[in-house]
């Protein structure tokens, strides 16, 4: 299966589940646990989910937008790490 067939049959099983682990997701998809990792490192880089505590969740349109825009804009006043938004170190 392609990286990007992988991808999207696990971003479709996080958006049916709302909230989902790694375990269910391999269960779900029968891919292989580190075949669900890899896809997980994706579409988190992509900014399309949130891993917190072990579950698995889809960002909305919102928190996506909100995410690449401090990711990606230096001179903000603040960063989002881990769901806690603090003052820029500079």
Known sequence: MKEEDADWLV???IAQKGEVTVEVLAGESGLDTAVVADSLDR????????RTGG??????????LVKC?????GTLPYVIENGVIKARKN
Do not use: F, M, Q, W
Not at 55 to 64: C, D, F, M, T, Y
Not at 69 to 73: C, G, M, P, R
């Open 11 to 13: 971003y479709h099983l």
């Open 69 to 73: 825009h401090t990711k990606n804009d």
């Open 43 to 50: 579409l988190d880089r992509y900014l399309l989910i949130d």
């Open 55 to 64: 579950k698995i969740r889809p960002l909305s349109v919102g928190e996506a």
